[in-house]
C-alpha cells in the first residue's frame, strides 16, 4: 500500500519510520508526499500515536495525515528566493556587511571576509565589540579616528555614510576602499539594521596618485626649465653692456691720465658709459615688465566665493598633503573690483606656500585656517594662516627670487605683493605666536585702481 501511495523518494522513509515506531511504540511524525486519487502527489503530514491499556500494551494506532501541500510549497518557495537573495549578494562583485542599529555587524559577505582574512565568528573572542575589532585592526591607523566619527555621526544621525579609507588586507596590504552604508527601515521609519557595501578602488586611487605626481614634475620641471632659461636671458643681455661699460671705463680712465688728458676723448667713453648703462637699465624694467600682469579689466567678485573654488580645486593636493582647510569666511562681505584669474593665484600661492610650510609638520594637524573679514569700513581682509615652520626671514621673503626650497623660485610672495598693491590693498606676512605663518591681505571696497 505505502509503495503505491507515497511518493517513491519518501516511501522508504516512511516504512522505515513506521516500522520504528511498531518496534518501539513511540510515536512517528513524517512529511511526506501522498498520492491523490487524480495521481497527483500531495504533501501530507503524516502522524501516528499508541493507544495503550493500563498495562501499558498498545492497543491501537491512530494515525491521521493533514494535507499541507500549500504549506510547503509556499514554504519552498520562500526558501528558494531566499537561497536566490542570498546568491545575489554574495555573487555581487562588491563587499557587502550588514549591521544592526547600533553599527555592530550582524552579517558579512564571503567576498569582504575573504578580504579582511577572517569571518565574523573570530571577533567574538577578542573581548571589543565587533565593531570597533574590525574597525581597529582593519582601517589604516591614520584613516581610523575619521571613519569612526563619520560612522558614529550616521549612526547617531541616520544620515547615509560614505567614505574612501584604507583597509587592511588579509596579506597586510592596506587598500583603498570606497565604503557606503545605508539604514534600512521599518514601516514605522525605525531604523532596522545598516547595510554596507565596500568597494576596492586601490587602483583607481594610486593612478589618480602617479598622474597628479606626474603633473606635478611637469610643472616643477617647466619651473625650473623657465628659471634657467629667464637667468641665462637676463645673464646675457646684462652681460653685454656691463662688459661694454667696464671696457670703456678703462679706456676713459686712460685718455683722463694722459699728459695732458685728452677730455674730448674722455668725455665721449663717458657718454658710451651711459648709454650702455642705460641699455642695461632698460633690460632690468623689461624683466620687470614680464613679471608685471597686463592689465584685466577688474569686475566685482565675493571674495569668499573665490576662496571656496580654489579650495575646492586644490583639494587633491592638499589631501595628499594630509592638509585640512578650515574657513572662517564672514558671511555678507562687500563684492570687490577684482581681476579674478589674478587674485585666484594669490590664494593659490598663499596655499601653496602654507602647504608647503607644513611639509615637514607631524606632531600637530596640518591645518590651514583661512579667515575673511571687514578690515576697518571701506576694505575686508583675507588672512590664510598655517601651522608649518614659520618664516625663517620674513623680511627677505619679498626678495625676488630669495627662496629657502629646493625648487622654489622666489617669485610667488613678489608676485602676490605686486597683484595685491594693484589692485589698492596691502600684503603682509607674520609669525604665529603659537607657531607657523600667517599671511593676510587687505582690499579696498571702493573701486580703486592702484596701477
Ligand atoms: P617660493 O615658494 O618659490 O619659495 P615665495 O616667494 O612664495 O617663493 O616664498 C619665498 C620664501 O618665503 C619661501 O621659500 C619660504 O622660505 C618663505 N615662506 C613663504 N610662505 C611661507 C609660510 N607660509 N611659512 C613659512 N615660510 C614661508
Known amino acids: 500500500v505505502v509503495k503505491a501511495l507515497v511518493h517513491p523518494d519518501d516511501a522508504a522513509g516512511l516504512i522505515e519510520a513506521v516500522r520504528h515506531s511498531i518496534a518501539t511504540g513511540e510515536p512517528y511524525s513524517m512529511k511526506y508526499r501522498l498520492r491523490r486519487a487524480d495521481g497527483v502527489y500531495r504533501w501530507v ?7 495503550r491499556d493500563t498495562s501499558g500494551a498498545i492497543v491501537q494506532w491512530y494515525a491521521i495525515s493533514i494535507d499541507i501541500d500549500e504549506e510547503m510549497r509556499t514554504q519552498q518557495a520562500l526558501h528558494e528566493r531566499e537561497r536566490s537573495l542570498f546568491q545575489l549578494v554574495e555573487t555581487l562583485p562588491i563587499m557587502i556587511d550588514c549591521a544592526g542599529p547600533d553599527g555592530e555587524p550582524i552579517y558579512r559577505s564571503r567576498q569582504l571576509s575573504e578580504f579582511l582574512g577572517y569571518g565574523l565568528e573570530s571577533l567574538q573572542a577578542t573581548g571589543k565589540s ?3 575589532g574590525t574597525l581597529d585592526s582593519g582601517v589604516h591607523p591614520d584613516d581610523v579616528e575619521g571613519v569612526k566619527k ?17 583597509l587592511r588586507r588579509f596579506d597586510g596590504e592596506y587598500r583603498w576602499v570606497d565604503t557606503r552604508a545605508a539604514p534600512m527601515r521599518n514601516t ?9 557595501t565596500c568597494l576596492d578602488i586601490d587602483r583607481e586611487v594610486k593612478a589618480q596618485e602617479e598622474l597628479r605626481i606626474a603633473q606635478e614634475n611637469l610643472a616643477r620641471a ?3 626649465a623657465s628659471m634657467a632659461e629667464l637667468s641665462a636671458s ?18 676713459c680712465h686712460r685718455w683722463l691720465s694722459t699728459e695732458p688728458a685728452n677730455l674730448e676723448r674722455a668725455k665721449v667713453t663717458a657718454e658710451r658709459i651711459i648709454r650702455d648703462a642705460n641699455s642695461a637699465a632698460d633690460v632690468i624694467s623689461r624683466i620687470r615688465a614680464l613679471f608685471r600682469h597686463a592689465p584685466q579689466a577688474k569686475l566685482p ?7 571656496g573654488e580654489v579650495c575646492r580645486l586644490m583639494a587633491d593636493q592638499l589631501a595628499a598633503k594630509d592638509v585640512r582647510i578650515e574657513t572662517g569666511l564672514a558671511p555678507d562681505l562687500p563684492a570687490i573690483m577684482l581681476d579674478g584669474v589674478q587674485m585666484q593665484q594669490v590664494i593659490v600661492n598663499l596655499i601653496r606656500n602654507g602647504i608647503d ?15 575673511s573679514g571687514r578690515e576697518g569700513s571701506d576694505a575686508i581682509r583675507v588672512e590664510v594662516r598655517d601651522a608649518g615652520t614659520g618664516f625663517m626671514d620674513s623680511d627677505r621673503a619679498f626678495d625676488p627670487f630669495f627662496t629657502t626650497k629646493q625648487h622654489g623660485m622666489g617669485m610667488g610672495l613678489v608676485i602676490c605683493r605686486s597683484i595685491i598693491e594693484s589692485h589698492g590693498g596691502r600684503l603682509w606676512v607674520a609669525n604665529n605666536e603659537t607657531g607657523g605663518a600667517t599671511v593676510g591681505f587687505t582690499l579696498p571696497v571702493a573701486a580703486t585702481d592702484g596701477t
Open 222 to 224: 617647466s619651473q625650473a
Open 188 to 196: 514605522d521609519g525605525a531604523i532596522v539594521q545598516w547595510n554596507v
Open 357 to 371: 610650510a607644513m611639509d615637514t609638520v607631524f606632531d600637530r594637524a596640518r591645518t590651514l585656517q583661512i579667515t
Open 150 to 166: 563619520h560612522y558614529a555621526h550616521s549612526l547617531a544621525t541616520g544620515e547615509p555614510y560614505a567614505r574612501k579609507h584604507r
Open 234 to 251: 637676463i645673464a646675457h643681455e646684462v652681460n653685454q653692456p656691463l662688459a661694454a661699460i667696464v671696457a670703456n671705463s678703462h679706456a
Open 130 to 132: 565587533r565593531l570597533s
Open 301 to 307: 567678485e565675493d571674495i569668499n566665493n573665490l576662496v
Open 45 to 51: 503530514d503524516g502522524r501516528a500515536e499508541p493507544l
